[in-house]
């Protein structure tokens, strides 16, 4: 049963539902255990940080911020401003000190909580020059104070003194009483691929438009366990977790992207919001291992992705009968290959797997459907309460398309085939910033995405996004992404960028798979003293151009690549190359590695 009450209502009312029924779970690390939280102890939590922030006079859409990994603290701060009807400003664990100063000045934030010694360091840091900043609130006790700082406290001490205070708790619930549709709950900073920060402002009337139009559509059940892998900056992480919250699903929050894999196995999650990103890694890990198998394993594997193939997505996607012998043959394969491979990667209880944030490339699609996991692909931006569109779970799937746009939504499209949209779950405007907010709608009312596509048998697909067209120096437009993502799914492939505008012809900056290239080299004969000196090896760069020039067949001439150089590190957030949610940043590519771009176009 789907609860549809506003968000600073929400636990209160699912605890009231489920009681003891867990509710959210995250890793000890001391014990390496997963610890449990009840839906009762997670509203009384959140009831405790309503009051504490009543108790330091938070006003009626105060903004707050909240700078952390994954934790339910997180989690429990938000909800416990909501229920006092504040704003909450999640920061990236990442972010650096000046995206934290602007984002605290151009809010004027009065409290900060933060998550662990990075946060708190790089807050702390920019204190002084966060004028209206009063306090930050640590979650995690053994971070240390810096000596000057008289003023931060531990959530414990935060909490404390309003804990049991009747007086605040009665204030609170009448402040949730009174919350309306066009409460602001979160403004969410995106970083972008052009660097330029803009606060999106998400109201009450976008999630509760959101999460029931989403629920229409997809099979989530309440038995769910969800694995919280995405930041819960990120919109799409925060907008499916709410909804899997409201349907009284069970949160296993991941502390550290890095460790995924290891908590994929010990949590044997049925869902998990995903980017395609993480796909692709699962699929060179299946490639590499088919590669190291004996001829005989190898045969079998191959075989059991293919009838996978035929069985998941010419027949049973497209809404098809598959045939008895195909069907006897997908069940002796899904019990025992894919029923091991699935089990290697803790998705063996798999209901369904939400994936957007970047182009999916058909091939690692087809691969994870081919598999048996339901990958559920869609499209959707801060701006638009995460979905657009995505695979209804009862309607004919296309490999390639982002689904079907969400009831609720008006699309329409404009020059160059833009997609513009309508709808309450599309946001009505950026924070203080009234002039980008006008330049991203029409006389219409249509809001401009800037990304490119169209309609076919009901489905969307996206073509480009018209910011990333490169135009080459003979007037050629190229579409970097469709290239990139083409590349990336070659096992010997890390990341691509590809590099085009305003040059004679196309080429791109590759960040190998070092382990693999390595190993490749050790099995020529081919001696290097560093990696350096590996990826500058006139054989190893053959090696890579030959197999991008069999992934590139399919594209017009003008659109290949024809030079490319291996780079010996991967890009970086550090070195501002990369957003917070993994997109390169090419002004900064370009810039970062103009010399290497520029050898590539010398005569």
């Given at each position: 049963m789907l609860t549809t009450c506003n968000l600073s209502q929400l636990i209160p009312e699912q605890a009231r539902i489920w009681g003891d029924k867990v509710a959210l779970s995250y890793r000890d690390y001391a014990?390496?255990?997963?610890?449990?939280?009840?839906?009762?102890?997670f509203a009384d939590r959140v009831g405790q940080v309503s009051a504490a922030?009543?108790?330091l006079g938070v006003g009626v859409q105060e903004n707050i911020g909240v700078f952390t990994q994954n934790k339910p603290e997180g989690v429990c701060v938000d909800f416990g401003a909501y229920g006092i009807r504040a704003v909450t400003i999640p920061f990236y664990a990442t972010s650096s000190e000046a995206q934290v100063q602007y984002m605290i000045n151009d809010a004027g934030i009065r409290y900060v909580f933060v998550g662990e010694q990075y946060?708190?360091?790089?807050?702390?840091?920019?204190?002084?020059?966060?004028?209206?900043?009063?306090?930050?609130?640590?979650?995690?006790?053994?971070?240390?104070?810096?000596?000057?700082?008289?003023?931060?406290?531990y959530l414990d001490e935060f909490l404390a003194p309003g804990a049991d205070d009747a007086q605040l708790r009665a204030e609170a619930k009448a402040r949730a009483a009174a919350s309306t549709p066009d409460d602001i709950i979160n403004i969410l900073y995106t970083s972008g691929t052009t660097g330029v920060s803009k606060g999106v402002v998400l109201t009450q009337r976008m999630y509760a438009a959101a999460i029931p139009a989403n629920d229409k559509i997809m099979d989530l059940r309440e038995t769910d366990v969800i694995m919280c892998f995405l930041p819960f900056t990120h919109v799409f992480e925060r907008a499916w977790s709410y909804w899997c919250l409201a349907r009284g699903c069970q949160l296993a929050i991941n502390l550290r992207p890095q460790d995924i894999q290891m908590t994929l196995t010990e949590v044997h999650p049925t869902c998990m919001a995903a980017v395609p990103r993480f796909w692709e890694k699962v699929?060179?890990?299946?490639?590499?291992?088919?590669?190291?198998?004996?001829?005989?394993?190898?045969?079998?594997?191959?075989?059991a992705l293919a009838v996978g193939k035929r069985y998941n997505v010419d027949y049973r996607l497209r809404g098809l009968v598959p045939p008895?012998?195909?069907k006897l043959k997908y069940m002796f394969y899904e019990k025992t290959i894919l029923a091991l491979l699935k089990k290697r990667l803790g998705l063996e209880r798999a209901n369904f797997f939400p994936t957007a944030g970047s182009f999916i490339p058909p091939q690692i699609e087809e691969f994870v459907h081919s598999v048996g996991i339901n990958?559920?692909?869609?499209?959707?931006?801060?701006?638009?309460?995460?979905t657009v569109s995505?695979?209804?779970?009862?309607?004919?799937?296309?490999?390639?398309?982002?689904?079907?746009?969400?009831?609720?939504?008006?699309?329409?499209?404009?020059?160059?085939?833009?997609?513009?949209?309508?709808?309450?779950?599309?946001?009505?405007q950026y924070y203080r910033k009234p002039d980008v907010t006008a330049q991203a709608y029409d006389a219409d009312g249509w809001f401009h995405t800037g990304d490119c596509g169209y309609l076919k048998n009901g489905e969307l697909y996206l073509t480009d996004r018209i910011k990333d067209l490169f135009k080459t120096s003979n007037g050629k437009y190229i579409s970097p992404q469709m290239l990139e993502s083409k590349f990336v799914v070659d096992r010997y492939i890390d990341e691509v960028a590809i590099v085009a505008d305003?040059?004679?012809?196309?080429?791109?900056?590759?960040?190998?798979?070092?382990?693999?290239?390595?190993?490749?080299?050790?099995?020529?004969?081919?001696?290097?003293?560093?990696?350096?000196?590996?990826?500058?090896?006139?054989?190893a760069v053959q090696m890579l151009m030959q197999r991008i020039e069999t992934l590139q067949q399919e594209f017009a001439h003008y659109e290949q690549v024809k030079r490319i150089t291996l780079l010996p590190e991967p890009f970086s957030m550090e070195r501002g190359e990369l957003t917070n949610t993994l997109k390169i940043k090419r002004p900064v590519i370009a810039q970062n590695y103009k010399a290497e771009i520029d050898a590539m176009y010398a005569e």
């Open positions: 014990t390496a255990t997963w610890k449990d939280i009840t839906w009762r102890q922030l009543l108790r946060q708190y360091d790089t807050a702390f840091r920019v204190f002084k020059m966060c004028p209206t900043l009063e306090q930050l609130i640590i979650f995690d006790p053994q971070v240390k104070r810096d000596e000057r700082d008289q003023v931060s406290v699929y060179a890990g299946v490639q590499e291992k088919i590669a190291e198998s004996s001829a005989m394993q190898r045969r079998l594997m191959l075989d008895v012998a195909l990958m559920t692909a869609g499209y959707g931006m801060t701006e638009t309460t995460a995505c695979d209804w779970h009862h309607s004919p799937v296309s490999i390639g398309s982002v689904g079907r746009v969400l009831e609720g939504i008006e699309i329409s499209f404009g020059e160059q085939n833009e997609i513009l949209l309508r709808g309450d779950t599309i946001m009505k305003e040059r004679k012809f196309v080429s791109a900056l590759v960040i190998p798979e070092y382990k693999l290239l390595e190993q490749w080299a050790n099995d020529n004969g081919i001696a290097y003293a560093s990696r350096r000196e590996l990826c500058a090896n006139p054989l």
